[in-house]
């Protein structure tokens, strides 16, 4: 039964590859750098595809894999937006730290009903987005600057609402959110919810239009009557707003708010799976399901390394040596040189 269904899994995997690639999607080259490592576990890792059914819910290293990259995933789709108009934002794990310690504060020191105590973890999100989209967007500063300021000092602002503890809780609505299962982790579900949403808001409506148009040439949009301030503005607010449901997630996760490592060097793990996703950081087109295949590859390679006992202080060279191939085979030139020694042949 399990060879049947790793050779469906396959079947389907290889016709939608095939499919991609006739259509010259830019969903190609991560997916199938994923489908090369999920090929290699194949053969290399026996248990890697293994799945049980206990409780009603599906455990396994593929469920893992799903499981966290959720966090990544929900934060790379802010990081897409904001990468879209030109930006860049560093401080998303900071605002994940901030709604950790939002959320435990209020549900432990001020015993809050729960739904109460996520409202309060999103706002102070959606605060420190706009806190973000004001230094950009209005005043002007570069985002790398303006977005480092609240890196640096958002895990301050976490250990104030701490009090420069871990905070511990145990109400079963809010471990949900990082615990929970629907089959599936409950976790990948609001992933999926997220990008849904956000795929809706873009591809649906107008705004995806706008936001290309901002980050392709603000110029040219603002004298076209773009609102391109508006536009990073809103775009910064959306970006914390991800960054709080990651912040959710992760506190929920481990049941605690720990402003010191709660969100630590997620930042880079977004931008990456931006980047894998073919989004260009100057700005324009912009490409959301990639940017989750991103976060998917990022988080199976880093659970194959574990898998072969890679030491931790060398994990990330063989990361970084796959982001990087994976990232030359989008570039433009690379594809003309393979294109012409095809031709060449």
């Given at each position: 039964?399990?060879?049947?269904?790793?050779?469906?899994?396959?079947?389907?995997?290889l016709a939608l590859l095939y499919v991609l690639r006739?259509?010259?999607?830019?969903?190609?080259?991560?997916?199938?750098?994923?489908?090369?490592?999920?090929?290699?576990?194949?053969?290399?890792?026996?248990?890697?595809?293994?799945?049980?059914?206990?409780?009603?819910h599906l455990y396994g290293v593929p469920i893992d894999i799903i499981n966290h990259a959720?966090?990544?995933?929900?934060?790379?789709?802010?990081?897409?937006?904001?990468?879209?108009v030109g930006g860049i934002d560093l401080s998303v794990g900071?605002?994940?730290?901030?709604?950790?310690?939002?959320?435990?504060?209020?549900?432990?020191?001020?015993?809050?009903?729960?739904w109460y105590c996520i409202a309060a973890a999103l706002v102070a999100g959606v605060i420190a987005g706009m806190w973000n989209g004001f230094l950009v967007a209005i005043m002007g500063?570069?985002?790398?600057?303006?977005?480092?300021?609240?890196?640096?000092?958002?895990?301050?602002?976490?250990?104030?609402?701490?009090?420069?503890?871990?905070?511990?809780?145990?109400?079963?609505?809010?471990?949900?959110?990082?615990?929970?299962?629907?089959?599936?982790?409950?976790?990948?579900?609001?992933?999926?919810?997220?990008?849904?949403?956000?795929?809706?808001?873009?591809k649906g409506t107008a705004v995806g239009f706008l936001i290309e148009s901002v980050g392709d040439n603000e110029v040219a949009a603002r004298r076209a009557g773009v609102n391109s301030c508006l536009v990073k503005f809103l775009v910064y607010v959306f970006c914390g707003f991800c960054a709080a449901i990651a912040g959710l997630v992760q506190t929920s996760n481990i049941r605690s708010a720990d402003a010191n490592n709660i969100g630590l060097n997620l930042e880079l793990d977004a931008i990456m799976s931006v980047v894998i996703g073919g989004t260009a950081m100057t700005g324009g087109r912009f490409y959301l399901a990639s940017s989750i295949i991103g976060a998917l590859l990022i988080q199976a390679l880093?659970?194959?390394?574990?898998?072969?006992?890679?030491?931790?202080?060398?994990?990330p060279v063989p990361k970084a040596l796959v982001i990087l191939a994976v990232c030359l085979l989008q570039s433009e030139r690379v594809k003309r040189y393979l294109a012409s020694r095809r031709e060449a042949v």
């Amino acid at each position: 039964m399990r060879i049947v269904a790793i050779a469906v899994f396959w079947a389907i995997l290889l016709a939608l590859l095939y499919v991609l690639r006739r259509n010259r999607s830019v969903v190609f080259w991560p997916l199938l750098a994923l489908s090369c490592l999920l090929l290699f576990n194949l053969f290399s890792t026996p248990q890697f595809y293994q799945l049980d059914w206990r409780d009603g819910h599906l455990y396994g290293v593929p469920i893992d894999i799903i499981n966290h990259a959720s966090k990544v995933g929900i934060l790379a789709l802010g990081m897409t937006l904001v990468i879209a108009v030109g930006g860049i934002d560093l401080s998303v794990g900071a605002v994940m730290a901030i709604a950790g310690a939002m959320m435990a504060y209020m549900t432990v020191q001020m015993n809050m009903p729960p739904w109460y105590c996520i409202a309060a973890a999103l706002v102070a999100g959606v605060i420190a987005g706009m806190w973000n989209g004001f230094l950009v967007a209005i005043m002007g500063i570069p985002p790398m600057v303006a977005t480092l300021i609240l890196m640096v000092a958002g895990r301050g602002v976490a250990q104030l609402i701490t009090d420069g503890q871990i905070i511990i809780f145990n109400n079963p609505t809010l471990t949900f959110i990082g615990n929970g299962f629907i089959v599936i982790p409950f976790p990948f579900i609001l992933m999926l919810i997220m990008f849904a949403l956000t795929w809706l808001l873009t591809k649906g409506t107008a705004v995806g239009f706008l936001i290309e148009s901002v980050g392709d040439n603000e110029v040219a949009a603002r004298r076209a009557g773009v609102n391109s301030c508006l536009v990073k503005f809103l775009v910064y607010v959306f970006c914390g707003f991800c960054a709080a449901i990651a912040g959710l997630v992760q506190t929920s996760n481990i049941r605690s708010a720990d402003a010191n490592n709660i969100g630590l060097n997620l930042e880079l793990d977004a931008i990456m799976s931006v980047v894998i996703g073919g989004t260009a950081m100057t700005g324009g087109r912009f490409y959301l399901a990639s940017s989750i295949i991103g976060a998917l590859l990022i988080q199976a390679l880093t659970t194959t390394m574990y898998a072969k006992d890679v030491s931790p202080v060398v994990a990330p060279v063989p990361k970084a040596l796959v982001i990087l191939a994976v990232c030359l085979l989008q570039s433009e030139r690379v594809k003309r040189y393979l294109a012409s020694r095809r031709e060449a042949v």
